[in-house]
Nanobody
Framework: QVQLVESGGGLVQPGGSLRLSCAAS????????MGWYRQFPGKQRELVATFNSASSTNYAASVKGRFTISRDNAKNTVYLQMNSLKPEDTAVYYC??????????????WGQGTQVTVSS
């Protein structure tokens, strides 16, 4: 079983920065994708930034140029550096890991979520 542990959320003033981390542990047969999603109250979860299986990155238009996704393969950890934060970035941020198991089935895992609040 794979577990994801997130850290780094909190309260920050507009224009400030935060760095989220997500560490994966457990048995991963093949990694397809990893990245970050966020959820606003009463809304569906939406993509923020991801790596795909070819290590290409994909960003939501609203965060492009402000957020940067990176990863440390040796530590099975993915990061989200968030700069120039705006109040509208306030949400619960979730780490996501997309894998393929030994039988060839896709299996996705979610972190527990970390609250990011941007407010003066």
């Amino acid at each position: 079983q794979v577990q994801l542990v997130e850290s780094g959320g909190g309260l920050v003033q507009p224009g400030g920065s935060l760095r989220l981390s997500c560490a994966a542990s457990g048995s991963i047969f093949r990694l397809n994708a990893m990245g970050w999603y966020r959820q606003f109250p009463g809304k569906q979860r939406e993509l923020v930034a991801t790596f795909n299986s070819a290590s290409s990155t994909n960003y939501a238009a609203s965060v492009k140029g402000r957020f940067t996704i990176s990863r440390d393969n040796a530590k099975n950890t993915v990061y989200l550096q968030m700069n120039s934060l705006k109040p509208e970035d306030t949400a619960v941020y979730y780490c996501y890991l997309g894998t393929v198991n030994e039988l060839g089935y896709s299996v996705g895992y979610w972190g527990q979520g970390t609250q990011v609040t941007v407010s003066s």
